[in-house]
């Protein structure tokens, strides 16, 4: 191959990578085939182009803020199935893993190469919409636009938990930037802050509690900081009336059991577990693909009592699929090896965050404070579906050191 077609082609593969990056939205509310498809496809296309360009991008890749605690995080699981053995879902559920770092790590190189945040942002946007139009179908003709039946939408599971949990990062997302950067027209702030209300119009239609406290939080945290920056105290106080209308009408729509918080016993128990799982495996866990074994294991061996609630319930779930909390399940399942990894992934991302306080940059000052909400109670961070909605967000988050490098390149020449 001449040197000429491989420029050509490693372009190619670049525009590839940045088109497929940014579907992954859209690939997380058609399901695991969409995302799972995109992220492989653009890991391999990135290793492609590699090899095509004879470019080695290791060094290149690994001097940015998020690449190495990324790849330790990812070592420590591996060295904990390694030690522990897999559990009943197999060693190869933990190594490949590495599908997600290489997918947030090739967009990131990518970066420095061509624009890529604006494509992540229409990415992100098209995902909010391609999950309404979906929902929408689902209610009126009782199907959506696959065949797949409404009360995929209405429940916890399936599309419903992927579309608020994507929507849950993509409203306070799209609200902030909108309230935050003063440099947009009218016209840029209104479809913003349009993308931001239908991404939280998903969250309150999927009735899934933790979602919708964490897209609120982090648009209340966004609001502070309005406040704090601008003094707009009046855009604040009816930014605060319209959410708290939005959840006063969540609160008349929902079920009983919806309101009820029983749920929060049987938590305290899972915790209780998986701290007690932690405890015989401090350093490395007990293995993310043993997780549930080992869960089961525990619950039944008698050594840890049941919790009783204050009106004299018993609660002891036997079998989880995993611990409903951010901060347990690292823990049980990488010990403090992996906390600390992720703990350093998490404090270098919002570094880079804090060091782009500009334009789009500003709506990202919500994911810490989304991704924190979310851990509290909530979604398994290990989930196949919510490490690509972190990964996509993570690259988000990173293309900023890249391209603030090209751009002061681009001056300097």
């Known amino acids: 191959m001449t040197e000429e077609k491989r420029r050509l082609w490693a372009q190619r593969l670049d525009r590839f990578c940045v088109v497929a990056g940014a579907l992954v939205p859209v690939g997380l509310v058609i399901g695991n085939v969409g995302f799972e498809a995109l992220v492989a496809a653009v890991a391999l296309a990135w290793i492609v182009r590699s090899c095509v360009a004879r470019d080695n991008p290791v060094a290149r890749v690994m001097a940015h803020p998020l690449a190495l605690p990324w790849m330790a995080w990812y070592a420590v699981m591996v060295i904990s199935v390694a030690v522990n053995g897999p559990g009943s879902k197999g060693w190869a559920h933990d190594v490949v893993f590495i599908r997600y770092p290489l997918f947030g790590l090739a967009l990131i190189d990518v970066s420095g190469r061509r624009p890529l ?21 689902a209610y009126g003709l009782g199907h959506d636009l696959i065949g797949r039946p409404l009360i995929r939408y209405t429940g916890k599971l399936k599309e419903a938990a992927r579309i608020a949990g994507m929507a849950g990062f993509a409203a306070p997302f799209f609200l902030a930037w909108g309230i935050l950067d003063e440099g947009l027209s009218k016209k840029e702030k209104a479809v913003i802050l349009a993308l931001g209300a239908l991404a939280f119009v998903q969250v309150v239609q999927t009735h899934v509690r933790t979602a919708l406290l964490a897209a609120t939080v982090a648009v209340f945290f966004s609001t502070a900081i309005l406040v704090v920056r601008r003094r707009a105290f009046a855009v604040a106080a009816g930014l605060c009336a319209v959410l708290a209308l939005a959840l006063a009408l969540w609160f008349s729509f929902s079920s009983r059991r919806q309101l009820s918080f029983y749920s929060i016993y049987d938590r305290i128990y899972y915790w209780k577990v998986a701290l007690a799982m932690w405890m015989e495996h401090p350093v490395l866990g007990v293995g993310i693909s043993s997780f549930q074994d080992a869960y089961k294991e525990m619950a039944a061996s008698g050594m840890i ?75 398994n961070i290990y989930h196949s579906w919510y490490q690509a909605l972190q990964a996509f967000f993570l690259a988000l988050i990173g293309v900023q050191v890249f391209e603030e490098k090209r751009a002061r390149e681009a001056d300097s020449s």
């Not at 945040?117 to 929408?136: K, Y």
């Open 305 to 379: 009592d049941a919790f009783v609630s204050p009106d004299g319930l018993i609660w002891e779930q036997k079998e989880v699929m995993h611990a409903h909390s951010l901060f347990f399940m690292v823990l049980a399942c990488t010990g403090l090896a992996g906390l600390a990894a992720f703990g350093w992934l998490f404090v270098n991302a919002v570094r880079v965050i804090a060091r782009h306080l500009d334009g789009w940059g500003l709506g990202l000052v919500s994911w810490p404070v989304a991704l924190v909400v979310f851990g509290l109670t909530g979604f």
């Open 117 to 137: 945040a604006r494509s992540l942002i229409w990415g992100l946007a098209a995902g909010v919409v391609w999950a309404a139009v979906n929902t929408l179908a």
